[in-house]
């Protein structure tokens, strides 16, 4: 297998690292590779899936699927497939991913990792929920584990790939009437209705898009979006566009921001509507525009997200009031309801409201990001680990009461620190407290 030295970055840019990469083909020449860190399409916003002056694997090319019960709907896949593929290839036998992120070019293993949630965690909770049994590579050695692995199975899921390079995933995947959606969308006017609206919600899957630029009686104001599956006449995928070069810096101003989010809210009438979307629109609609993290500019962006619990919505509030305020924020924010539901020991869900929001990376926009997590901690929420690239050890150690745990599987698991990464060295998770 041949090494090929590489400079790369996590999706916001922000952060980079130069090593030596390798790409399997086959799962007999990823085991005789030395240990080090998997990465898959580096879909995590900031150094998750780096490992600066050190080796990584990329996962991209161990993507087959490797067996299917059409009665139970459990499929084994190997973890470079895409949940993106996987929707594409099951949606017209009836079958969905359990749990989808916001991109389809997420790999099977980076949703392990990361134990991802989606539009429907209100209602069965996060990806890691939903898998019956993982291989990992430890030692050159294949092992499967199974939810009755208690403690290896918690740190693996959620636990950032430290346990072991995780090779196949088996998913209990989700029936689903067809491949299209019938998607309903409704203004919320301000931060209340928007709450309220969240709170009643019964659809199956349900997402808000805030302004995040909005003051005063319209803080925030945004788009409700409800989704069911159908079957019928697929509608025509709109076309792909792409971002071919770096944006300038003037791209996503103050005036140009407050323009689209005010038209944007204004592209659903006053009275709502309901719309016919392909699954991957719904689901993944950003993927249309191929390499759109280019929109910040070369020095790339962070992306803040955080869930607080139900009785903490007033620290949210006033999260987004301090964001709106500071002219600084993105057309991409979103707010969700989440249910309980976690698999692994670091996993970022509980039950609350999650607010994400996008900020070109600048020193104005490290320094309001610090604040928020401040506001994150004080609340009792968390960090997701999938997005973050500012956070202090000491705020994930808070965050996350189970980090003991973890750290005493990770070391038991990998005792050299062959698998750590740029994120685990910086937030000093391997590090025993």
């Known amino acids: 297998m041949t090494w090929k030295t590489d400079t790369y970055a996590g999706w916001g840019r922000a952060l980079t690292a130069t090593g030596d990469i390798a790409r399997p083909e086959r799962a007999s020449v990823l085991a005789k590779l030395p240990a080090a860190p998997a990465i898959g399409n580096k879909r995590s916003y900031g150094d998750a899936p780096l490992n600066d002056k050190g080796r990584a694997i990329d996962m991209t090319r161990l993507d087959r699927v490797l067996d299917f019960d059409a009665a139970s709907g459990v499929v084994t896949v190997e973890s470079g497939l895409t949940i ?150 697929v509608p025509k995928p709109k076309p792909s566009k792409s971002v071919p070069f770096n944006a300038p810096h003037f791209a996503l101003s103050k005036p140009i921001v407050r323009a689209f989010n005010a038209a944007y809210y204004r592209r659903v009438p006053a009275d709502g509507r309901t719309v016919v979307k392909p699954i991957q629109d719904f689901f993944f609609p950003l993927d249309r525009i191929h390499d759109w993290n280019k929109l910040y500019g070369k020095r790339g962006f962070h992306q803040f997200q955080c869930v607080v619990p139900l009785d903490q919505a007033g620290a949210l509030r006033a999260m987004l ?102 994120m685990t060295r910086r937030l000093q998770l391997r590090s025993a407290t």
């Not at 249910?339 to 996008?358: C, I, K, N, Q």
Request: hydrophobic share 40%.
């Open 321 to 422: 009031d301090k964001i709106a305020h500071s002219g600084l924020a993105s057309p991409l924010a979103v707010l969700k309801r989440m249910g309980e539901g976690r698999a692994g020991y670091l996993s970022f869900p509980m039950e609350g409201y999650t607010l994400a929001v996008d900020f070109p990376n600048r020193a104005a926009a490290r320094e309001l990001i610090g604040e928020l997590e401040d506001m994150t901690t004080s609340a009792g929420g968390r960090l997701y680990l999938a997005k973050d690239a500012l956070a202090t050890p000491e705020q994930m150690a808070a965050m996350y009461p189970q980090l003991p745990q973890w750290q005493k599987v990770v070391a038991k698991a990998d005792p050299k620190g062959a698998l750590a990464t740029d």
């Open 84 to 233: 993106g593929e996987l929707a594409r290839l099951f949606a017209p036998k009836g079958w969905l991913p359990p749990v989808m992120p916001g991109t389809g070019f997420a790999t099977i293993g980076g949703c392990v990792a990361m134990d991802v949630h989606g539009k429907n965690h209100h209602h069965i909770g996060s990806f890691g929920q939903h898998i019956t049994a993982i291989t990992l590579l430890q030692n050159g050695k294949q092992r499967r584990i199974a939810p009755k692995d208690t403690t290896l199975w918690q740190a693996t899921i959620g636990g950032l790939g430290q346990t072991g390079v995780i090779t196949s995933a088996s998913i209990q995947m989700l029936a689903c009437k067809g491949d299209v959606m019938m998607v309903t969308e409704r203004r919320a006017e301000g931060w209340d209705e928007h709450i309220a609206l969240l709170d009643a919600s019964q659809a199956t899957y349900t997402v808000g898009w805030i302004d995040a630029t909005a003051r005063g009686d319209a803080l925030g104001r945004g788009i409700l979006e409800e989704g069911e599956t159908g079957a019928g006449l």
